[in-house]
């Protein structure tokens, strides 16, 4: 494959809602696309960073730089030309390996490559990455809401549109009292689950056991992304499973935690790990352990929620993952949209990704392009 260059693209995207975190409130999401431009077809790759290093270091003007000042350079170089040719995607993340971090970065630029080379041979993400399923339980992440009745609206909203489970946002002072209410009015039935978000300390370990009498699936990296050990004792403390998502970034992270016993469950996000290659040796490696993992969200557009619902059905991925309709978060999403049906997200079948951005609907949202020439 020879890749004749990439453009870097910020796309600004207003939310339908405000969406609240322990770590802030986002209504409206700046993302960096890139597309990589081959001699046999084009493909695109959506960064997950934040405009802000408030979910990880990483922010949108931070993963452009790093691409633009030594992550594209060495994918143009003689090195890196050779080694696509000669492997496509998968020569990526050894290419890029010797740069610390930006795996947001690094996962944009190798979904860009990959989602090309899938295109030009007809082959469809879901079939590369082992997808067992052609369609996926969805999952609705509910942001922090100013009052109790705004969220049980909020929730009750979700249900009827046939979400499959509900993850609610929680922070100290909104924790038992939202989750005891959504179980009071929804009933014991409705898959659960809270996500912290790592607002709380091993301190609150007395506190958060009192969330084991709500039967929820998991509580969701309770403790500081680096506080692997913290996670380990709270797990020691708690009858409700723990889920990482911040603290796992390789699989190699994912198998420390595993062995110290930090989590029981694993929330997948190809691009806080580096890229969908990397997801999919979390997911193995997650198999071989019986540790469950499902896929995680970054308010995607339908270009990253397309490559989503392709890994979240492959084997492993036994919990309904943050993959809701594109109208969770927008009006109207640049590619065709994702809707919920009976529960779930059809996974695409098309080549590669399976959906490309429409043009005009790009341009509406498009804040700058840059073309980088290989
Ligand atoms: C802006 S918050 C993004 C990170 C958050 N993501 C979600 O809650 C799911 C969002 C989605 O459905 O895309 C998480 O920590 O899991
Ligand atoms: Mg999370």
Redesign the pocket.
Known sequence: MKLRGIEMRRISMPLVSP?R?SFGT?TGRDILLLKAVTDDAEGWGECVA?ADPL?SSEYADSQADVLRRWLFPKLASPEGREAIARSGAAAVAGLLHPFKGHRMAKAAAEMAILDAELRAIGRSFGRELGAVADRVPSG??VGIHDTVPQLLAAVGEYLDAGYARI?L?IEPGWDLVPVAAVRERFGAEVPLQV?A?TAYTLRDARHLAKLDEFDLLLI??PLEEEDVLGHAALARRLATPICL??SIVSAQTAAAAIALGACQII?IKPGRVGGYLEARRIHDLAAAHGVAVWC?????TGIGRAANAALAALPGFTLPG?I?ASG??YRTDITEPFVIKDGHIAVPTGPGLGVTPIPELLDTVTTSTEWIAF
């Open positions: 969406f975190t986002q934040l979910y609705v992440s993850k946002k996500d978000n969701e990296q998502d911040e929330n995680g969200g970054m308010l995607e943050d809701s969770r978060f």
